[in-house]
T-cell receptor, first 111, second 113 residues
Framework: SQQGEEDPQALSIQEGENATMNCSYK?????LQWYRQNSGRGLVHLIL?????REKHSGRLRVTLDTSKKSSSLLITASRAADTASYFC???????????FGRGTSLIVHP | DVKVTQSSRYLVKRTGEKVFLECVQD?????MFWYRQDPGLGLRLIYF???????EKGDIPEGYSVSREKKERFSLILESASTNQTSMYLC????????????FGSGTRLTVV
């Protein structure tokens, strides 16, 4: 089944810097979602972006979607130590209502 | 806010035991899901249910079964636990996952010895 792939696998930055993570996928999608997972916990839904949208914002989060390149990016601005977590994208194959997850990007924000 | 509650955060079981992982959601969602998460493999779908008493196999159903007798409760059963089932198990529910996303529980870290 289709799986979004996040890039990079790991990212280490200083507090206050911006963090950018990317997700690429292979076939057409209806929606793409981003989730955060703190160590040893469940995932938390961050943003859903539809295939007819190009950009979406939520607080310090900015998600873009480029369907021609089959890729999405998650930007976290002015990062904080509390943003340290793994970030996953989830994509749906056209017609399927079950999103599948990538392997995630591990973000460490140093205070 | 929707809450998804998994009955145990940590569980240690012996090989061959029958193991029940319980999940309860409080928002009247039709759809419930069980995933397992392993390092380097991401989240893999075990089973899902779109209605009471309905169940569908996911990508890795072997060695597992599920039960959904009531809308709010979705149980994952390991018929005879094996060491390769040591993992983090995540339950999720959703109104429509492709449109609204999932709400996940906190996870159960199962160790089979």
């Amino acid at each position: 089944s289709q799986q979004g792939e996040e890039d990079p696998q790991a990212l280490s930055i200083q507090e206050g810097e911006n963090a950018t993570m990317n997700c690429s996928y292979k076939t057409s999608i209806n929606n793409l979602q981003w989730y955060r997972q703190n160590s040893g916990r469940g995932l938390v839904h961050l943003i859903l972006i539809r295939s007819n949208e190009r950009e979406k914002h939520s607080g310090r989060l900015r998600v873009t979607l480029d369907t021609s390149k089959k890729s999405s990016s998650l930007l976290i601005t002015a990062s904080r130590a509390a943003d340290t977590a793994s970030y996953f994208c989830a994509t749906d194959e056209g017609g399927s209502y079950i999103p599948t997850f990538g392997r995630g990007t591990s973000l460490i924000v140093h205070p | 806010d929707v809450k998804v509650t998994q009955s145990s955060r940590y569980l240690v079981k012996r090989t061959g035991e029958k193991v029940f992982l319980e999940c309860v959601q409080d928002m009247d969602h039709e759809n419930m899901f069980w995933y397992r998460q392993d390092p380097g493999l991401g989240l893999r779908l075990i089973y899902f249910s779109y209605d009471v008493k309905m169940k569908e196999k996911g990508d890795i159903p072997e060695g597992y079964s599920v039960s959904r007798e009531k809308k709010e409760r979705f149980s994952l059963i390991l018929e005879s636990a094996s060491t390769n089932q040591t993992s983090m198990y995540l339950c999720a529910s959703s109104l429509m996952p492709e449109d609204y996303g999932y709400t996940f529980g906190s996870g159960t870290r199962l160790t089979v010895v």
